[in-house]
Structures are given as C-alpha cells and as structure tokens.
C-alpha cells in the first residue's frame, strides 16, 4: 500500500478483539481497547485535569508561546512556517498520487520526506518550550488513567497490572495506540479483503459485524467502519482507475472531479514535477499556481 508495509492482519486481529497484547521483558499484558463511552469519560478526566492545571498557576500552551515570543525563544514566524509546511506536505502528498511513474514519485515522495523532517525539527523545538504546559500535564495524566483502567494480567481483564514506575508498558502501550489509530494502518486494515468483504454486506448495519452498540463499541472499531464506508461509498458511486481502485490510500484521496478538472490536476502535476526538476524542491507558490 502506497510504498508502505502494514499488517493488516494483526491490526484487524487486535481491533476485532478488542485487546492488544503487549509484551515487557519476560511478563506478557494485555491491553483492553477503550469503549466509546469510556473515551468519553477519558475526555472529561482530561478537561477536568487541565482545570486544575490552570487553578494551580501552570500555564496553558498559548500563554507560554507568548512568554517565549517575548523572550525571543520562539517566534510568529516559525509558528507560520510550521502551518504552510503542513499545508505544502498535504497538498504535496495529494499530488504524488497523480504520479504513475515509479522513479518521478519517488523524486517527489524524497521531497515531501524533507519537508516533514523540516517540520518534525520545528515541533520538537516547540515541544521542548510547551512540554511543561497544562495541555501536556492533563495529556500525561489522562494517559496514566488510560494505563490504570485499560492494561491487565489477564485476558478475562480482572487483574489490572501493577505498572509502577514502568515507563516501557506505557510507551508500549502508546506506540499501539498509534499503530491502531493511524489513517494509513486503518485503511489498509478496512481494505483487507478479510474485513471489507463482510463490510460490503453488512454495511447498513456495521456495527453487527463487531455486535456492540455506541456504548461498547471501542474507539478502534469506530475508526475502522469509519473508514470502510468511506471506501465503500467511493468504490460503488464514483468512476475510478484501476490504479486506484488497488489501494486504499488513494481511493481515500480520490478527488471525483470533471474530466477538466482532472486534466487541470494532470497539468499542475507537470507543473510541479517541472519545479522540483529545476529548483530541487517545492515551494508553497509551486503548489498554489
């Protein structure tokens, strides 16, 4: 999928399920997925934690941007920057997938690399200066929670572990829920012939296929149909090329336009491919001619 290898299968598996397992040294636990009611309830421990950051005098990330744009450690520029290089690498990566040839797209793909890189730098510099705000208080206390309520001994989810100060279970446990969250891993997992075929008939009553209701269905369930229908509503009502219809990623992405607008997309592709050919890279004005 779209240069790229995912496991489909163990996401599906997991998400099906509704547990991870998660391995730490020589112990085995196992990661119960959050409901969509528990989620909720996740949400309200986070804003009721981020009020009392702010009662107790920690300041909200917006106040500490302006101390340190006073202070000159950070500025309104890089916080612009770091908006059009989000905006550049959005449209940028739309446009790859207009691209058939292999070596053109890879040329192209190294350039969106170099802009995320450029804005990974700048978030993490930022990071560094907001690390200590009330946002990020409530986030690492939620997560604590999230720990607390959701990681077990068992798989009959009785015995809540003991983590203790084990810092390895909970990034573990992040790096999953990345992994079960990202759009890529969600859409490869919906694609699979496994789920999407079942989907396909199921698809005026989804939730039947998991047999939850809004309560119990888990935030990773409510992705993946998301997701599906996604897929489903473009594959069964818009024209697209075989190309397309092969990858999740671009049928996603898919812009169902007249053909002239699609030979207008065709157009500014070559424009752009002209562009990185001769300056070496993109600019935000390549992309908005």
Do not use: C
């Amino acid at each position: 999928m779209s240069d790229q290898k995912i496991n489909s299968s163990q996401i599906l598996l997991d998400i099906s399920r509704g547990y991870s397992v998660l391995k730490n040294k020589q112990d085995v636990f196992y990661f119960k997925h959050p409901s969509n009611f528990e989620s909720l309830k996740e949400q309200e421990y986070y804003d009721i934690t981020y009020q009392r950051a702010i009662k107790r005098g920690i300041y909200s990330e917006s106040k500490l941007l302006e101390r340190y744009i006073k202070g000159g450690q950070w500025s309104l520029e890089k916080e612009e920057k770091i908006k059009s290089l989000k905006w550049m690498i959005d449209k940028s990566t739309k446009a790859s997938l207009q691209i058939t040839d292999d070596f053109q797209r890879k040329v192209f793909t190294e350039n969106i690399e170099n802009q995320r890189k450029e804005l990974q730098e700048l978030e993490s510099d930022k990071n560094k200066l907001i690390g200590q705000s009330a946002e990020s208080w409530a986030r690492q206390q939620r997560m604590f929670k999230t720990v607390e309520d959701h990681i077990f001994q068992d798989l009959e989810f009785k015995h809540r572990a003991e983590i203790g100060n084990d810092a390895v279970l909970v990034i573990s446990m992040q790096k999953k829920i990345i992994e079960l969250s990202t759009k890529n891993n969600l859409l490869a997992a919906a694609y699979d012939s496994v789920f999407f075929d079942v989907f396909s008939l199921q698809y005026r009553q989804p939730m039947s296929i998991f047999g939850v209701d809004f309560f119990t269905i888990t935030v990773f369930q409510r992705y993946l149909l998301s997701y599906a229908s996604v897929l489903l509503n473009k594959l069964r009502n818009i024209d697209m090329p075989d190309e397309v219809r092969s990858d999740p990623l671009k049928i996603f992405e898919f812009n169902p336009d007249a053909k002239s607008q699609q030979s207008k997309v065709t157009h500014g592709v070559d424009d752009l491919k002209n562009a990185l050919k001769n300056k070496g890279k993109i600019t935000a004005e390549d992309l908005i001619k």
